[in-house]
């Protein structure tokens, strides 16, 4: 390799370390919740294409289908997309985000089957939930004290002003999440109720409360309009069900 091609080869590295960098700094800040998560080939091999190296329709589509089969939400990974041609100051590809999207939701259902989160809105399942449940009945000792909280919506909503379906789980999940980093939550949705399974501890309690305001603010149509219900997690196995309903109620 002559001097030429070793400079070629710095400058090519440099290019592609920049725009990670950058592009992974965005995304943090934009919407990134698990920073460690964040790196992986498919997304060294979408900035190399989005640097003018590769298929960049194709990237895309592989790095959509990584980040489902990583359990990534959809609101997330077109987010973080953004964020790349933010980071190459460069105009959004319509194509990409089609290609991306094609990439996730052809693994939307085989990364739904393998986990315990919905992909699509980042909350947990209720079958997961109920999973956790049971295993906390089934812990002779019960050594960490949990609550079980609802956060309960309007069965009404304005249609004009709030999301609604798969809108309102994401946005739903995401203010959730955001609201409750560090608490070792587990949150799931189900007949109008935001349900929270966490640790009792005073600062857990402070966050569920924030959690509910963030939820408000979701949409005017939210605004006072939730109510927060909370209570031991059960101890024993036949009041799981129970307290289910009596929090979706």
């Keep these: 390799m002559n001097r030429n091609q070793v400079s070629a080869s710095a400058s090519k590295l440099s290019a592609d370390s920049e725009l990670l960098s950058a592009w992974r700094r965005l995304s943090e800040m934009a919407c990134w ?11 060294e091999v979408f900035a190399q294409a989005l640097l003018g190296e590769g298929d960049i329709e ?5 790095l959509g289908a990584a980040r489902a089969l990583l359990g990534v939400g959809v609101v997330e990974t077109v987010e973080d997309l953004r964020c790349a041609y933010v980071a190459a100051a460069k105009t959004l590809d319509i194509d990409s985000i089609q290609a991306m999207l094609e990439g996730w939701s052809a693994n939307f259902q ?6 315990c989160t919905d992909p699509s809105t980042g909350l947990a399942t209720i ?12 812990s002779a000792e019960l050594e960490e004290s949990k609550v079980l909280a609802a956060i309960k919506l309007p069965v ?19 203010a959730s ?9 587990v949150v799931a949705y ?7 399974l966490m640790p009792r501890t005073i600062e857990n309690l402070t966050k569920l409360a924030r959690c509910q305001e963030a939820i408000e603010e979701i949409s005017p149509a939210l605004k006072g309009q939730t109510r927060l219900e909370c209570e ?4 024993l196995e036949r009041e799981i069900p129970l307290v289910l309903a009596r929090l979706c109620r």
Excluded: M, Q, Y
């Excluded at 919740?33 to 997304?43: A, K, Y």
């Excluded at 189900?190 to 929270?196: N, Q, R, T």
């Excluded at 031991?232 to 101890?235: C, G």
């Design 127 to 138: 079958a997961h939930l109920e999973r956790l449940l049971l295993d906390h009945c089934a």
């Design 232 to 235: 031991l997690a059960p101890s």
């Design 58 to 62: 194709r990237a895309a589509l592989l």
């Design 33 to 43: 919740r698990e920073p460690d998560d964040w790196l992986i080939p498919e997304v």
């Design 110 to 115: 085989l990364a739904l089957g393998d986990s």
């Design 190 to 196: 189900s007949d109008h109720a935001v349900l929270i």
């Design 177 to 185: 999440l955001l609201s409750l980093t560090a608490t070792s939550a």
């Design 156 to 174: 009404r909503l304005n249609f004009g002003t709030a999301p609604t379906g798969w809108a309102l789980k994401a946005e739903l999940g995401s």
